[in-house]
């Protein structure tokens, strides 16, 4: 039986997928595989029968993904899953940042038992007064599944979008309409947009990218919008922003202790991902990656291993190896076969930066005393029978 365990609560058309050789576990200690949106998980123990994380969502900076590797741990996400839920709330953002939407929301739960209400509306209206994003200027960061769909939705809805990715895939620039202009640094975001938002993961190299400095060379009244991680941007920054009026709002769905008590601050509580479709896309893609893992081995959207299919077993025996991506692994994995005098039906061999895996289909069934011989090879993190 393998033992699932869910650290959030995961939709319930993905779960169904599980076939009746896999349990849900309370217990993360006894699982072989983790399903998780966004539960920190940098101080758990992770358990050495742990095989699998699927995240649930696009950001993983809530998983050990080093520490993970190095324990033969494949993480997954689902990328592009969530990202419509996301791009729809990025433009309600642009929105009420624009049009005092909040305000006038609020003057009407506050004046609901007055009977001249219908009346008063109209006296009271102009303080809740904003201005049209259609012609504005909206600058991109971070040009992936999210940014692509917020930037060519600003542009349908009549603004003039620029974009910047340095790292831009080619399906993503294959997606991106041809009106938007694909400009090579932040700074030409900043000098000309009256709109910012930024769609990147939260890396050492991204964390805190709004800052002081960086919002010195935006435009006098720039709004800008974060709905990819809080640590993207400096808050206490943003925060001094906010007082000298440099930075007209700041749209966040990360609120926290300081930005929930700001002035100019637009706070949703993580809401991005959190529609019925989203969630729903995410828990198919992610069961149906742990299961392909778990039981043919194969690696599709890992954030920490190679990508590697080898189909559906057809051999008499399958195994699976996670190891480091040093020299003369391959060698050692094939000395022990032909030691055995087993043949080699078909082999796979990726690597990931510092982590590969190897599969080897072969012409017996797999053996305890094999995966005993490859897992003593110094650099073998985890030794998989798949068959
Ligand atoms: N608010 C929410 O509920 C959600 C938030 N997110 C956040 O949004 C982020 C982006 O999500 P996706 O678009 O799905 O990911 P993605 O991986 O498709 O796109 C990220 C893009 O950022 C680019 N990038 C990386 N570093 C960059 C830099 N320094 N400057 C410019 N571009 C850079 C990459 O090349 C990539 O194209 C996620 O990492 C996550 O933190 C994602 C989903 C839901
Ligand atoms: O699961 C969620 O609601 C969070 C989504 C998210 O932030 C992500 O996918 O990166």
């Known amino acids: 039986m393998v033992k699932v365990n869910c650290l959030n609560p995961i939709a319930a058309v993905g779960m169904d997928l599980f076939s009746a050789d896999y349990a849900k576990t309370e217990n993360m200690q006894e699982a072989d595989a983790v399903l998780v949106r966004s539960a920190a998980m940098h101080d758990l123990e992770l358990p050495e029968n742990l095989k699998a994380i699927a995240r649930a969502g696009a950001g993983v900076n809530n998983i050990p993904l080093d520490k993970c590797a190095g324990k033969g741990i494949v993480v997954f996400n689902t990328p592009g899953a969530n990202a419509n839920g996301v791009k729809e709330l990025a433009i309600a953002g642009l929105l009420l940042a624009s049009r005092d939407i909040v305000g006038g929301i609020n003057w009407v739960a506050e004046n609901k038992a007055d009977e001249n209400i219908a009346k008063n509306v109209e006296k009271a209206k102009s303080k809740f007064a904003g201005r049209e994003i259609m012609g504005k200027k909206l600058g991109v960061i971070g040009l992936g599944a999210i940014g692509v769909l917020v930037a060519n939705a600003a542009n349908r809805l009549g603004m003039k979008v620029y974009g910047c990715d340095p790292y831009i895939s080619v399906d993503h620039a294959w997606n991106l309409s041809r009106d938007i202009i694909h400009v090579k640094t932040n700074d030409e975001i900043y000098k000309e947009c009256d709109y ?41 920054d943003m925060g001094e922003a906010l007082k000298s009026g440099k930075v007209a709002r700041y749209v966040t769905d990360f609120p926290n202790a300081k930005t929930a008590n700001m002035e100019g601050v637009i706070a949703i509580p993580h809401l991005g991902a959190s529609t019925e479709e989203s969630e729903d896309n995410c828990a198919v893609m ?26 559906i077993c057809e051999s008499a025996g399958r195994i699976a190896i996670n190891h480091r991506n040093i020299r003369n692994m391959l060698s050692q994995f094939t000395s022990v076969f032909s030691g055995e005098n087993i043949n080699i039906a078909n082999m796979i061999n990726k690597s990931k930066g510092e982590y590969a895996y190897s599969i080897f289909d072969i012409e017996i069934p797999s053996t305890e005393e094999l995966v005993n011989k490859l897992a003593s090879i110094d650099g073998v993190l985890k030794v998989r029978i798949i068959k």
């Open 196 to 236: 910012i938002t930024v769609h990147v993961p939260l890396l050492d190299e991204t964390k805190h990218m709004i800052n002081t400095e960086t919002i010195s060379k935006m435009k006098d009244g720039v709004v800008i919008l974060n709905f990819a991680r809080d640590l993207l941007v400096n808050e206490d």
């Open 286 to 311: 992610a069961v149906k990656q742990i299961m392909d893992y778990i039981e043919n081995g194969n690696i599709r959207n890992s954030v920490n291993y190679p990508s590697c299919n080898a189909g």
